[in-house]
């Protein structure tokens, strides 16, 4: 079985497809990150005179500099940041500014933002699973999963594995388990990378232990700002990390479903694409938004490799009386299809003679 696992493993490592479109995305990877962001990123002296508690004279003083030509340039964000930031997040704003969500509801802070802290290396970390860790996680696992059954038809080795009375089972299993493996590998990989090129440039990961409310992943946008979570910058990417994880593997395991009912590897990457990319396509890229489609945004796989929606405010559904948040009954909800997806894979392949 090991042996078995490993010659999997091995063979979709060393597709074409797989270690070309590796190489590439890294390579986009680092050109992004050196060159989307362009000039140097630490800006610890500019909010050193300022970190510690909000208090009024910094609040006066973060009015004045905002009121500066080229305040709301982006070369200038290290500079002004830190006022933009003492200004968001002083007493006065929090009382005067309200949001509310998508039902008009205003939103509440569970945690309050009371001190101001250097933090950007996190929120450029936090930003690529966010933003590319989704799209090269999809690509890997559709380039490297979508041929590992379907391939099997197409080269006709159902009459092998036939004539076997443990080989159906022991194939299903041997796949599956190289294909999470290979999966892992590349989630690994890709946050490795990440995180080495923007502790390089940064030249240091400060910030670490400031709450999530007050990581701001782009100048003048904090996307956990609302978040009910009670996490510091460090644990809220140990749970992004892990969230990822778990949702490249359960498309990991859409992948090899659709593989195992397709006859060809290019039909199984068609449907894939089909089910996964065109959800992300209108929602993510199009922000095609109508209200009756918004259980399939709030829903879709892509959320739970993207991480971001799933913590970022405190959503409810009452299902038979029930309150549930939104990330548990998400969590529930993935639970369940991937039990059912890994069932009918064994059953597909293990009945595979009506594909012969």
Request: glycine fraction near 8%; proline fraction near 3%.
């Amino acid at each position: 079985m090991i042996r078995l696992t490993q010659f999997e493993f091995i063979k979709m490592m060393t597709r074409k497809s797989v270690y070309l479109a590796l190489a590439g995305l890294l390579v986009l990877l680092v050109l992004y990150a050196c060159l989307g962001h362009s000039g140097p990123l630490n800006g610890t002296s500019y909010y050193k005179p300022y970190e510690g508690a909000i208090t009024e004279e910094k609040v006066q003083a973060a009015k004045d500099e905002m009121q500066s030509e080229g305040y709301s340039e982006e070369e200038n964000q290290n500079r002004y940041g830190v006022f933009y930031e003492i200004s968001i997040f002083s007493p006065e704003s929090i009382k005067n500014y309200t949001r509310y969500d998508d039902s008009g509801k205003a939103m509440e802070r569970t945690v309050t933002v009371s001190e101001i802290h250097y933090n950007k290396p996190w929120g450029y970390l936090l930003e690529y699973i966010d933003q590319f860790g989704v799209l090269f996680m999809m690509i890997m696992i559709l380039l490297g999963l979508a041929p590992v059954f379907a391939e099997e038809y197409t080269l006709g080795t159902a009459a092998l594995l036939r004539s076997s009375k443990r080989g159906k089972s022991q194939i299903v299993s041997a796949k599956l388990i190289a294909s999470m493996g290979y999966v892992i590998l590349c989630v690994i990989l890709f946050t490795s990378v990440n995180l080495l090129i923007y502790w390089l440039r940064f030249g240091n990961l400060g910030g670490a232990g400031t709450p999530i409310q007050s990581v701001g992943m782009y100048f003048r946008g904090f996307d956990y700002e609302f978040t009910p979570y009670r996490l510091s910058a460090v644990q809220y990417y140990g749970v992004q990390f892990a969230t990822h994880l778990a949702g490249s593997l359960v498309f990991g395991c859409i992948v090899l479903c659709v593989s195992a009912l397709s006859s060809t590897s290019f039909a199984a990457i068609v449907i894939n694409v089909a089910i996964v990319g065109v959800p992300y396509l209108a929602f993510d890229v199009l922000n095609f938004n109508p209200g009756w489609a918004k259980w399939i945004e709030d829903f879709s796989f892509s959320t739970m490799m993207r991480v971001t929606r799933l913590f970022q405010t405190p959503a409810s559904y009452s299902i038979f009386g029930l309150e549930l948040s939104y990330l548990n009954l998400y969590l529930i909800i993935m639970a369940v299809v991937t039990i059912v997806i890994l069932f009918g894979t064994y059953r597909t392949f293990r009945n595979r003679e009506v594909f012969s």
